[in-house]
């Protein structure tokens, strides 16, 4: 800031008779070079002082009810993502889990049962129409969803070529 020499530089007040100042002194009547100075040290305290004040300013909003209220949810939300409850990371991690290996059956099913249907150069249409009245008539399978339809279909199917 103002009033720093830099190593072999010339001091701010260098070359003025500072004998001439008094307390009485007005601003106009100081050497140029003086005027300078106090000019930078000014604009130097101006700056300063917006900096305190845009750091006062952040801090009373840091501390306002709706941030506190919001930082409240935030840490909040946070706790119930790491608790292990219904919602956490952990039960959306087992589910994502169960849903992969449901659908990876399924697609192990679905490729066994277009395995079959090329073998006996059927019509894919009509196997799971036959396939599909049976599963809708018993309502033993009234339970199953797709990927246990399409497995039980793969598994009743018989096997070996045509």
């Not at 801090?59 to 706790?79: E, F, K, M, V």
């Not at 793969?154 to 045509?162: H, N």
């Amino acid at each position: 800031g103002p009033g720093f020499t830099p190593p072999g530089g010339q001091h701010w007040a260098a070359g003025v008779d500072l004998s001439q100042l008094h307390d009485d002194i007005k601003y106009d009547d100081l050497d140029e070079k003086l005027k300078a100075h106090l000019k930078a040290i000014a604009g130097f305290m101006k700056r300063e002082r917006k900096c305190h004040d845009d750091m006062r300013t952040l801090y009373s909003q840091l501390l306002s009810p709706d941030n506190a209220t919001g930082h409240a949810a935030l840490q909040r939300t946070i706790a119930s993502l790491s608790d292990g409850g219904s919602g956490s990371v952990t039960s959306i991690d087992h589910d994502v889990r169960t849903l992969h290996e449901r659908v990876t059956t399924m697609g192990h099913s679905i490729g066994a049962l277009s395995r079959w249907v090329n073998d006996h150069r059927t019509n894919v249409v009509d196997v799971l129409a036959a396939r599909g009245s049976d599963f809708w008539a018993h309502s033993r399978n009234a339970s199953e969803g797709p990927s246990e339809f399409f497995s039980s279909t793969a598994e009743r199917l018989p096997q070996g070529g045509g």
